[in-house]
C-alpha cells in the first residue's frame, strides 16, 4: 500500500492490536470515539466516523483508519449521513450537557425516567435539557428516550431464544400497545423477530428520464422509490432494505405509481397525493416535512431547513436525514444543496440530482 505525501511515515491503516476495540466501539455506535479513528468499508468504499447511525457492515469488509485523509488516500470518500470531516464544536456546554443527558437515557433505556431524575442523575437543569433536547438534536427527550427503547427492543427480540412478550418489558415497554404507540416499526413485532417474514412488498421497474426506475409498496402505502442504473441493482437493494419480505414485481397494480413519480419529474406534483408508509425517527419526519414544502424549481441550504425546524444547530442531522430518505422525488431530497451552492451528495447520484433541478427549474 503507497504511503501518501502528506504523511510519508504514516501507515494507512491502524494497528492491528487497536482494530479489535475500535470495532467493538463501532458496534456500540461510541461517540466518544469520534476522532480518534474512522472506519472504512471496502464494499461501498465509504468511511465513516464510529457513531454513524447506518447499518454496520460486516467485519471483513472493515477497514480502521485514524485520520480522515489517509481513509481518503486509500480511495475512500465519507459518509454523506455521519459526515466524518465534520467536528463538533467541543466547547458548547450545551452540547457537552446533552451528551451527559443521552448517555443517561441510553444507559437507562428499559426504564420510565422522569425529567425531573434525569436532571438530578446528571446534574443538568430541566429547562436546559429541554432546549438543549431540541436545539442540539431537534427532537425532545421523551422522544429520544422512546426511540432508545425502541431500539433496544429490536436489539432483544432478533435474539434466538428471546420471546417477543419478553423482548417488549425488557426493552421498557409496560405492554405491546405501548410499544406500537408512536414506535414506526412498520410490522408487528413478531414478524420483525422472524426478519420481516410475512410483510409483503410489490414492486415495479420503469423506465424514467433519471434511469431505471423502482417503485415498493405495502397495503399501506409507498415505501421505497430508488432510481438506478440497473434493474438487477434496485431490485438488490430492495431486498436488502427487507431481507425477509416477501417481493411480488406487480407492474399493472403499481402503474398508478409510477404515472404519479414521472410527473413529479415532469411538471405535475401528482406525486404529493401518494399514501405514504415510510418508516424514519421523529426527527426524519419533520426534516422530509419541511423538504417537502420547498416549491418546485426552488432550493433550501440544509442550515436553512434547520433554521425552518428551529433547530439552527442540527445541520449534520439535516444532511443525515436526506441521506436516508427512501423514497425520491416524492419526498424532494434533491432540492436540498450546500451553503455555497453545490450539489453536495444525493443518494441515486448528483447527476441524477443536476438534472431534476435543472427539469424543474425550467418548468416553473
Not at 457537552?96 to 422522569?114: C, G, N, P
Not at 426527527?283 to 442550515?303: A, H
Request: glycine share 8%; net charge positive; with cysteine.
Amino acid at each position: 500500500m503507497t504511503m501518501t505525501a502528506q504523511h510519508p511515515a504514516k501507515k494507512l491503516e491502524v494497528p492491528s492490536h487497536f482494530a479489535g476495540k475500535a470495532w467493538q466501539q463501532v458496534l456500540a455506535r461510541d461517540a466518544r470515539a469520534d476522532g480518534q479513528f474512522f472506519y472504512a468499508v471496502k464494499t461501498t468504499k465509504i468511511y465513516c466516523k464510529p457513531s454513524c447511525p447506518s447499518r454496520r457492515p460486516e467485519r471483513k469488509n472493515v477497514t480502521f483508519f485514524p485520520t480522515p485523509e489517509l481513509a481518503q488516500a486509500a480511495g475512500y470518500r465519507p459518509c454523506l449521513r455521519c459526515e466524518p470531516d465534520s467536528v463538533a464544536k467541543k466547547d458548547d456546554p450545551q452540547i457537552k450537557a446533552i451528551e451527559a443527558v443521552t448517555q443517561f437515557l441510553a444507559d437507562h433505556s428499559d426504564e420510565r425516567t422522569r425529567l425531573k431524575d434525569v436532571a438530578k442523575a446528571t446534574g443538568v437543569a430541566p429547562l436546559t435539557i429541554l432546549r438543549g433536547f431540541k436545539r442540539v438534536l431537534g427532537v425532545s427527550p421523551r422522544e429520544y428516550a422512546k426511540a432508545q427503547r425502541v431500539a433496544k427492543f429490536k436489539e432483544k427480540v432478533r435474539e434466538p431464544k428471546t420471546r417477543v412478550t419478553d423482548a417488549i418489558y425488557e426493552a421498557g415497554f409496560g405492554s405491546s400497545s405501548r410499544l406500537y404507540e408512536g414506535a414506526s416499526l412498520g410490522m408487528t413485532p413478531s414478524a420483525m423477530k422472524a426478519g420481516g417474514l410475512g410483510e409483503t412488498i410489490r414492486y415495479t421497474l420503469a423506465d424514467s428520464p433519471l434511469g431505471q426506475l423502482l417503485i415498493g409498496a405495502t397495503d399501506r402505502g409507498i415505501c421505497w422509490i430508488a432510481f438506478g442504473d440497473s434493474a438487477l441493482d434496485l431490485i438488490g437493494g430492495l431486498e436488502g432494505a427487507f431481507p425477509k419480505a416477501e417481493l411480488k414485481q406487480m407492474d399493472r397494480e403499481l402503474s398508478y405509481a409510477v404515472d404519479a413519480v414521472l410527473s413529479q419529474i415532469g411538471e405535475s406534483p401528482k406525486a404529493l397525493e401518494l399514501p405514504m408508509d415510510v418508516r424514519a425517527t421523529a426527527f426524519q419526519q419533520r426534516v422530509w416535512r419541511e423538504l417537502q414544502n420547498i416549491p418546485r424549481g426552488e432550493t433550501r441550504t440544509y442550515s436553512e431547513i434547520a433554521n425552518a425546524l428551529g433547530t439552527p444547530t442540527a445541520v449534520r442531522a439535516v444532511a443525515g436525514a436526506c441521506a436516508a430518505n427512501p423514497v425520491a422525488v416524492v419526498v424532494p431530497c434533491h432540492r436540498v444543496i450546500g451553503r455555497d451552492g453545490s450539489l453536495t451528495g444525493y443518494r441515486w447520484g448528483v447527476e441524477r440530482k443536476r438534472a431534476l433541478l435543472a427539469t424543474e427549474q425550467a418548468s416553473a
